[in-house]
């Protein structure tokens, strides 16, 4: 129930943070020249790419753990 839960988790995680790369690259191309919306755009983007790694270590620890565990589960 655990690693069907977390694998639900980590996807909508990755998901949003895919998303909100999307976005950020969008406000950076509709920026034009506006150095404040650029800075904003490029915090999102900064935000967005560690939301990412965030979710792959997620699912690397999960990964790890269960075959610590001996586990046979798998995503």
Sequence with gaps: IISSTLSWLLAILGFIAVIGF???????????????QAEKAK??????????????MGYVIIQAV?????????F
């Design 66 to 74: 269960g075959a610590w565990l001996g586990t046979s589960a798998s």
């Design 22 to 36: 999307v976005i950020s690259g969008i406000m950076y191309l509709t920026a034009a020249g506006d150095e404040g």
């Design 43 to 56: 915090n999102a983007m900064t935000y967005s790419i560690i939301g990412v790694i965030v979710a792959l």
